[in-house]
């Protein structure tokens, strides 16, 4: 991802109404659940292809 991508995410998510560790932690937690969810899907499509 680019540098002028990043800035763009930052601009559209970050709201003077949150703080900045409230979106870092807002952003993690979204990345967490992101990787469970890849993770099962992956788990899903490997008992499939047996």
Same mark, same amino acid.
């Given at each position: 991802?680019?540098? *002028?991508? %990043? &800035?763009? @995410?930052? @601009?559209? %998510?970050? %709201?003077? &109404? *949150?703080?900045?560790? /409230?979106?870092? /932690?807002e952003s993690v937690r *979204? &990345?967490? /659940?992101?990787?469970?969810v890849q993770t099962d899907f992956a &788990? ?7």
């Open positions: 991802m680019s540098n *002028r991508s %990043c &800035a763009l @995410i930052l @601009i559209r %998510c970050f %709201c003077p &109404a *949150r703080t900045l560790t /409230e979106f870092v /932690e *979204r &990345a967490v /659940e992101f990787r469970r &788990a899903r499509v490997k008992q499939l292809g047996k």
